[in-house]
């Protein structure tokens, strides 16, 4: 039973370009969740999809968007890159928005902005 | 927001022996705990959870203890082995679905 797949696993981007990345859930799994996570730090949440909407917003700006799609399967968009944008990004699954049954991580895409 | 926090950045101990990481929260209305193990290159992996009408909860080798008196959260790992060391992280579910991590706590682990 496979996990959270992401992709891709690294990524190096210039300041002011956009990235998309991607995350299929784990089987079974019809939420998904993102997060940001800086280096020496915990992640950070950005967003949760539920039903193919947006259901709950962290404290990030618009410049950072995403899409769930009928599979449940997901993507996170950035748009006018900054250094700062430079992190771990997770994918977290789980079964219902209220993750009462658990959420189950993705091994990251690794973003670097230079 | 309100945050969740560690008290100690980094533990070092030694095989065998026990280990207790600490975690302060501040959001009263905390009712769900979880702690997390972040292995480098790895994404957060499930330890235990608890909930706030629970003070203690017990696991393989893990155990976590819940103070709501003085919002205090620790996880003790018993007989800690080299496959340990990791990036320990509690966290809260705020709003039924949204995580709240702490900064981590680095466990080293001698042999």
């Known amino acids: 039973d496979a996990g959270v797949t992401q992709s891709p696993t690294h990524l190096i981007k210039t300041r002011g370009q956009q990235v998309t990345l991607r995350c299929s859930p784990k089987?079974?799994?019809?939420?998904v969740s993102w997060y940001q996570q800086a280096l020496g730090q915990g992640p950070q949440f950005i967003f949760q999809?539920?039903?193919?909407?947006?259901?709950q917003r962290g404290n990030f700006p618009d410049r950072f968007s995403g899409h769930q799609f009928p599979n449940y399967s997901s993507e996170l968009n950035v748009n006018a890159l900054l250094l700062g944008d430079s992190a771990l990004y997770l994918c977290?699954?789980?079964?219902?928005?209220?993750?009462?049954?658990?959420?189950?991580f993705g091994s990251g895409t690794r973003l670097t902005v230079v | 927001g309100e945050s969740v926090g560690l008290h100690l950045p980094t533990l070092s101990v030694q095989e065998g022996d026990n280990s207790i990481i600490n975690c302060a929260y501040s959001?009263?209305?905390?009712?769900?705990f979880i702690w997390y193990k972040q292995e480098s290159g790895k994404g957060p992996q499930f330890i235990i959870d608890?909930?706030?009408?629970?003070d203690k909860r017990q696991g393989q080798r893990v155990t976590v203890l819940l103070n709501k008196t003085v919002k205090h959260l620790s996880l003790q790992i018993a007989a800690t082995q080299p496959g340990d060391s990791a990036v320990y992280f509690c966290?809260?579910?705020?709003?039924?679905?949204?995580?709240?991590f702490g900064a981590g706590t680095i466990l080293r682990v001698k042999s």
């Open positions: 977290a699954s789980s079964l219902g928005a209220g993750g009462n049954y658990g959420y189950t």
């Open positions: 089987s079974g799994h019809d939420t």
């Open positions: 966290a809260d579910l705020e709003y039924g679905n949204k995580l709240v």
């Open positions: 999809y539920y039903e193919e909407e947006e259901r």
């Open positions: 959001n009263s209305a905390s009712d769900y």
């Open positions: 608890i909930r706030s009408n629970m």
